[in-house]
């Protein structure tokens, strides 16, 4: 079935650093792919997504390749900031898209 | 437009004794989630509703947790008896039901089992 493999953290970085987290993918087809993020004290928010192969999600300064070749969708931002500190979720739905399944979560800590 | 309504925020309960979450979900969202996230893991699916009939509960431990959705709208997921693993955040979801993928979660509750 569907599957997604997270790089582990914790990530800790300077602000303004570059930021890469890892994300693998198993699926049949090609579904649509996820990145949430959970800040302190809150609920799950969807930060990007990507609907089809070759796709970039982006928001916030984050991007994301939906890339086929590689099974991947790795989150990426050019400068991190202090604010960013959170957890990270890469998810795809199974058995269609209304249900999904996430990584194990990264979180990252940005140091000012 | 009001989130995903979750309570109680925090709850701490001895083993063996029972507990209960609700949820509200955003208004007209048809289909409702409970996941359950272990400290350090990814969130895991535990039921899935349409309106108010069960889609999925095949990781819902029937022994001990159950869930319903009255009227499709408001849930409730009940744990009893609760055990030691049971400590997790309980997060609820709501979503339109179509074929977006885009899930709103509340800010979940938090349950201790000492």
């Known amino acids: 079935g569907n599957s997604v493999t997270q790089m582990e953290g914790p990530v800790t970085l300077s602000e303004e650093a570059f930021l890469t987290i890892n994300c693998t993918y198993t699926?049949?087809?090609?579904?649509?792919l996820f990145w949430y993020v959970q800040y302190p004290g809150e609920g799950l928010q969807l930060l990007l997504k990507?609907?089809?192969?070759?796709d970039k999600g982006s928001n916030k300064g984050f991007e994301a390749t939906y890339r086929k070749e590689t099974t991947s969708f790795h989150l990426e931002k050019g400068s991190v900031q202090v604010s960013d500190s959170a957890v990270y979720f890469c998810?795809?739905?199974?058995?269609?898209?209304?249900?999904?399944?996430f990584g194990q979560g990264t979180r990252l800590t940005i140091n000012p | 437009e009001a989130g995903v309504a979750q309570s109680p925020r925090y709850k701490i309960i001895e083993k063996r004794q029972s507990v209960a979450f609700w949820c509200n979900p955003i208004?007209?969202?048809?289909?409702l989630y409970w996941y359950q996230q272990i400290l350090g893991q990814g969130p895991k699916l535990l039921i899935q509703?349409?309106?108010?009939?069960?889609?999925?509960d095949s990781q819902l431990p029937k022994d001990r947790f159950s869930a319903e959705r009255l009227k499709g709208v408001d849930s409730t997921l009940k744990i009893q008896p609760a055990k030691l693993e049971d400590s997790a955040v309980y997060l609820c979801?709501?979503?339109?039901?179509?074929?977006?993928?885009?899930?709103?979660f509340g800010e979940g509750s938090r349950l201790t089992v000492l």
């Open positions: 979801a709501s979503s339109w039901g179509s074929n977006t993928g885009e899930l709103f």
């Open positions: 699926a049949t087809g090609y579904p649509s």
């Open positions: 990507a609907t089809k192969a070759d």
């Open positions: 998810a795809l739905p199974i058995q269609g898209a209304q249900k999904l399944v």
């Open positions: 208004s007209g969202h048809a289909t």
């Open positions: 509703f349409q309106n108010n009939g069960v889609v999925d």
